[in-house]
């Protein structure tokens, strides 16, 4: 399962716009991997050998927008 996707996919995903999720985004904390509510957490992964690094976003951040509080 591959808990990290793209700009366009997560936007896809949540069906809204790419401008919403960078709205939501923070970046992944170094020492503490729990939920943040209300945001969508990112890393800067590398896909490839010589690839520049791209922002991935957290599926299960995602689905938690998708479940009513």
């Known amino acids: 399962m591959n808990d990290w996707l793209s700009l366009s996919s997560a936007a896809e995903f949540l069906d809204v716009s790419t401008d919403t999720i960078l709205r939501r985004a923070v970046p992944w904390p170094k020492d503490d991997d729990n939920p943040i ?28 927008f998708l479940v009513p509080a």
């Open 37 to 64: 509510h209300g945001r969508i957490r990112y890393k800067k992964l590398m896909l490839g050998e010589k690839t520049r690094m791209e922002r991935r976003y957290h599926k299960p951040d995602l689905e938690a």
